[in-house]
């Protein structure tokens, strides 16, 4: 059985890793590890203030950067400032089922536009630098997830936060394998990789609000791991030695929680075709132009 462990990560002395959304939960732990085994961590956040207590909290080398998801003018400028390279890009920040339809600045609806939009704009704005690893972060509700390509946005359709929830993640596993393919095919040795925390007990799952959310509050409070628990699997796909498109979760009962161990995708999740079109979509709406092409 694997017992992986934070003090398994080794020594990363010399290492610069971006953690996105790292002032709380899963974020603010996998930052705290990171640090403590020696790499330079970024922590890139909305609120800086908040970001900086957590970033003094932790030993080893941080550093607090203004990072909004829900705006693609502040990942521009987070990655037009960007200087030097990424060992690891931990594309972890996250919104977890809004109460009612909540639109980020540019008009997303705001789990498709952070939890996948954003970070799909910040990895190709950043991919250049980045000489290591992209780990991208998921969730078991991928496998309800239906990418309406129709109405992405909620524009037309009765707004519903959990399968909103669910297609984000499962976007975030199609953006993930199709930047793999595409890494592959430019004879890249970046590899890009997914991890998804089971349930974990963290304050964006507590504080959702929402008659429709007290099922995963429930999980919450009677099964959920701790965000230090929870933060493992995202470890594991950092620092292991394991292939581009992996998925890393919880090993244990239905997948909520246990050691981290590799995942065996969805065919959904898998679909190359699925995935190329979800890219194409996504260049098209954050007007970003990838830098990585397929012939």
Do not use: C
């Amino acid at each position: 059985m694997n017992d992986f462990k934070a003090t398994d990560i080794g020594n990363l002395t010399g290492t610069t890793a971006i953690v996105t959304g790292a002032s709380d939960g899963i974020g603010l732990e996998t930052a705290r590890a990171l640090a403590g085994a020696g790499a330079r961590v970024v922590y890139a956040v909305r609120d800086i203030e908040k970001g900086s207590r957590a970033a003094a909290a932790a030993a080893g080398q941080t550093e607090v950067r203004e990072l909004d998801l829900a705006s693609l003018d502040s990942v521009r400028r987070f990655a037009r400032d960007w200087q030097g390279g990424i060992d690891l890009l931990i594309n972890n920040a996250g919104v977890v089922l809004p109460p009612r339809l909540t639109r980020t600045r540019d008009g997303f609806e705001v789990q498709f536009g952070v939890n996948h939009l954003g970070h799909f704009a910040l990895t190709n704005l950043l991919l250049d630098h980045i000489t290591g690893r992209v780990v991208s972060l998921s969730a078991n509700a991928y496998r309800f997830g239906k990418i309406d390509f129709d109405d992405l946005n909620w524009e037309h359709k009765k707004y519903n936060a959990n399968r909103a929830y669910a297609q984000s993640k499962l976007a975030v596993l199609l953006f993930t394998e199709e930047l793999q393919r595409r890494l592959t095919a430019a004879g890249s040795g970046v590899r890009a990789v997914a991890a998804h925390p089971g349930a974990a007990a963290t304050a964006a799952i507590t504080n959702s609000g929402g008659t429709e959310n007290l099922m995963y509050r429930f999980i919450n409070r009677f099964f959920a791991q701790t965000p230090a628990e929870g933060a493992l699997e995202t470890l594991y796909a950092a620092v292991e030695d394991i292939p581009g498109g992996t998925l890393v979760g919880p090993g244990g009962r239905m997948g909520m929680s246990g050691a981290p161990k590799p995942l065996k995708l969805s065919k959904t999740a898998l679909d190359p075709d699925l995935g190329r079109r979800l890219w194409d979509a996504s260049a098209e709406l954050t007007k970003v132009a990838p830098t990585l092409a397929l012939a």
